[in-house]
């Protein structure tokens, strides 16, 4: 009986990655993996798993490749610039490859069928420890003097995350760089200061 091919799995997960974050996890077929990564099914069955699984580690390689600026932004001296950090990092991301705008987990969750239900739980879970970090962060500033004491922590964070991810769908549906950059601007500008 013949060998398997060998190929280069970090190569094949990335293109398995840019087909993910091109048509989300429900418009891509296994037929788009395979083409994407040239290697035949059984061998992708054998390296990753099904599907989901595949997602699953392209969403890991995403995080690792692509959004380390998010945990990055946290040590920001300030919660002015840990927020400046996360949207214009958001901005660049999100129009960085005209062939796949937009973000990788909101591509993959806005369309998911009862079928898709663990990757959109997944991708929930995932979204809201990023929330609860950006939180707790806030928090800190707060406690720092560094944010009033009467605005809501959960409600900045909360509003941080609306913003990145609203600026993910604009990018996916066409706005450049710039645009994105100038609701960056207006969200600094309106960002709440303490008294001193």
Known sequence: MGRH????????????LSVFWQNGYEGTSFDDLTKATGVARPGLYAAFGNKEALFRKALDLYGAKYMGFMTEALNEPT????????????????TMNSAHPGCLG???ALACSDDAEPIRRELIRRRAATQLALRRRLERAQREGDL?????????????????????????????????????????????????
Do not use: Y
């Open 5 to 16: 091919k060998q190929f280069d799995e970090d190569e094949a997960l990335d293109a398995a």
């Open 106 to 108: 909101l591509n993959g």
């Open 148 to 196: 009033p004491s009467s605005v809501s922590c959960a409600t900045l964070a909360s509003f941080v995350m609306a913003v990145s991810q609203g600026m993910a769908v604009q990018a996916k549906a066409g706005a450049s760089k710039k645009t994105l950059d100038g609701l960056v601007d207006h969200v600094l500008g309106t960002w709440p200061k303490t008294a001193r």
């Open 79 to 94: 919660s002015l610039r840990v927020v400046e950090r996360i949207l214009r990092g958001s901005a660049v991301l999100h």
